[in-house]
């Protein structure tokens, strides 16, 4: 108990005391609940309007009490301090989930400006109600299915935290219910389209003005092409990228490029398609801090600057607005198959729908390469079934014995339309 003033007030036989604490203006209640003393402010500043809330408060106790409710609440932002803080250390030790990650971003920018204040007893389904309507108009859309069961979980997390710490019951968990649209076909670029892209931007370079508009046009070039060749995040991975996260090395005579990236999802290793090193030495000739070194030796300092710069050494934030020019004057600013308008994204999605109609790559390594979950994979890309098993939907592959037919595997089929498949060759222009 605070050391209360001599101003202290006494109600319904001492049941109740109102005081001030010092350097506060408003009056303060307390009372005791299952032996434990509760200490609220009544938020009045006249004694006689503070006696009379600290009567409401007392009241509005017993009534928890009686109802099987924590008598000690917590606001939600309190206790979402708690989960947050939680999170990050285990984070930072390099045993968190990297779901964590999505859902401190969450928490702080949707759930503790909307809930902050509020006691997390008081979150029932009306609240929640209005809750999503401010998230839809904060977002502008209707959230996906998929990021509402990241706000559910991230909510989850400070039910069971408040729980767990005693602030409510688990029978007062409100349910949380998932009416999300339901994820859409990415917009990515065919084979053909791709094709005109990167034989249309040495035209397009040479037709900027001279200065930092043709800058920004050579580094695009080098960056969309980077991002096809190795389905790096463009933003958090690709703006992260530094000289120190890329290696050579050599296996059974043939050099390897890997680089190791940083995302929403955590650190990754990946393996880069062969044409990345020549796209990562015309960014290096464009750098004169660099330019005079040989690439091997760039690679061997693990010189710690970004990858991704202009020629004055600033890392450009506007590269969205230079690719939508491209876009633009080529004409393949929207996708025809999905409707919606292209993005650097949508380099991300080509290079997965190329790998698996192409490459033969199995979606487990997919998912490894891109940082993503295999869920997630089959999710977004099923749509490219019936290109990888057209032998199948045309009879073709009929004419295989049963037995062949039995013991051909998943890999060996996806292998063998790779064969079949016309190639497409990323590493152009």
Same mark, same amino acid.
């Given at each position: 108990m605070p *050391? +209360?003033?001599?101003? /202290? &007030? /006494? +109600?319904l036989d001492g049941d109740i005391r109102v005081f001030k604490r010092a350097r506060s203006r408003a009056w303060q209640a307390t009372f005791k609940m299952d032996g434990t003393w509760v200490r609220v402010s009544t938020k009045r500043k006249q004694l006689s309007e503070a006696k009379e809330a600290a009567r409401e408060l007392y009241i509005e106790y017993k009534i928890r009490q009686k109802n099987g409710l924590p008598v000690i609440s917590k606001r939600f932002a309190d206790v979402a301090a708690y989960c947050v803080a939680d999170m990050q250390k285990q984070l930072d030790a390099g045993l968190g989930k990297k779901s964590y990650r999505d859902y401190i971003i969450v928490l702080n920018r949707y759930l503790i400006p909307y809930f902050g204040d509020k006691f997390v007893t008081s979150i029932d389904y009306e609240l929640l109600q209005r809750f999503? *309507?401010?998230r839809a108009d904060k977002m502008g859309r209707e959230p996906m299915a998929s990021t509402l069961n990241t706000h559910n979980s991230a909510l989850n997390r400070v039910f069971d935290e408040a729980v767990v710490r005693g602030y409510m019951n688990r029978s007062h968990v409100p349910v949380l219910i998932n009416k999300g649209r339901d994820s859409t076909r990415r917009p990515d670029f065919s084979a053909d389209e791709y094709r005109i892209l990167i034989r249309t931007l040495p035209s397009w370079i040479d037709k900027g003005r001279e200065g930092k508009s043709r800058d920004m046009r050579h580094l695009l070039r080098d960056y969309v092409l980077i991002l096809a060749n190795t389905g790096i995040r463009h933003g958090t991975e690709a703006d992260n990228l530094r000289w120190k996260h890329i290696t050579l090395f050599e296996e059974k005579g043939d050099v390897f490029l890997e680089m190791? &990236? =940083? #995302? *929403? /999802? #955590? =650190? =990754? @290793? !990946? !393996?880069?398609r062969s044409g990345t090193v020549n796209y990562l030495k015309r960014i290096q000739g464009w750098c004169p @801090? &660099?330019?005079d070194m040989s690439f091997e030796d760039l690679i061997k300092a693990k010189i710690d600057l970004p990858v991704f710069r202009l020629p004055d050494g600033t890392a450009s934030q506007n590269l969205r607005q230079t690719f939508k020019r491209l876009m633009i004057d080529t004409g393949l600013l929207t996708c025809a198959r999905t409707g919606q308008n292209r993005t650097l994204y949508s380099f991300r999605h080509t290079y997965a729908t190329f790998a698996l109609l192409n490459d033969g790559m199995d979606i487990h390594t997919l998912a490894i390469q891109m940082g993503t979950s295999i869920a997630m994979i089959e999710r977004h890309y099923s749509h490219l079934t019936p290109r990888l098993r057209k032998e199948m939907l045309t009879g073709k592959r009929y004419e295989l014995s049963k037995e062949e037919y039995q013991e051909l595997t998943e890999t060996q089929y996806i292998s063998e339309t790779k064969q079949t498949s016309p190639s497409v060759d990323l590493n152009t222009s």
């Open positions: *050391k +209360l003033s001599s101003e /202290t &007030v /006494t +109600l999503a *309507k401010w190791s &990236v =940083r #995302g *929403k /999802t #955590g =650190r =990754r @290793d !990946i !393996i880069c @801090d &660099v330019a």
